[in-house]
Nanobody, 121 residues
Framework: QVQLVESGGGLVQAGGSLRLSCAAS????????MGWYRQAPGKQRELVAA???????NYADSVKGRFTISADTAKNTVYLQMNSLKPEDTAVYYC???????????????WGQGTQVTVSS
């Protein structure tokens, strides 16, 4: 079993900052990459940012220059620092991990339960 536990969501005014955290735990052999997705009401889930085990990062164009993803590999934890938040950033943010479980030969995708981020204008 693998669990992704997110924290750090909340309500913030436009221009403010929030930091999301996601810790992966369980029978993990290795993590290939972790990231953050978001889903706003009536919209599809979209990639916000991702980081590979090698440290490569990828960002949605809408958050480049404002959000920063980082990882602590020793803690199997990924962070998303969100600055200069806009009302259009309002969404449920989901943590994602692609990893290999102990005793399993292939990699699998796992999701957190989601954390609400609301940006007021």
């Amino acid at each position: 079993q693998v669990q992704l536990v997110e924290s750090g969501g909340g309500l913030v005014q436009a221009g403010g900052s929030l930091r999301l955290s996601c810790a992966a735990s369980g029978s993990i052999f290795s993590i290939n990459g972790m990231g953050w997705y978001r889903q706003a009401p009536g919209k599809q889930r979209e990639l916000v940012a991702a980081v590979t085990s090698g440290g490569s990062t990828n960002y949605a164009d809408s958050v480049k220059g404002r959000f920063t993803i980082s990882a602590d590999t020793a803690k199997n934890t990924v962070y998303l620092q969100m600055n200069s938040l806009k009302p259009e950033d309002t969404a449920v943010y989901y943590c994602h991990a692609n990893l290999q479980r102990v005793g399993v030969r292939f990699s699998t995708n796992h999701w957190g339960q989601g954390t609400q981020v609301t940006v007021s204008s």
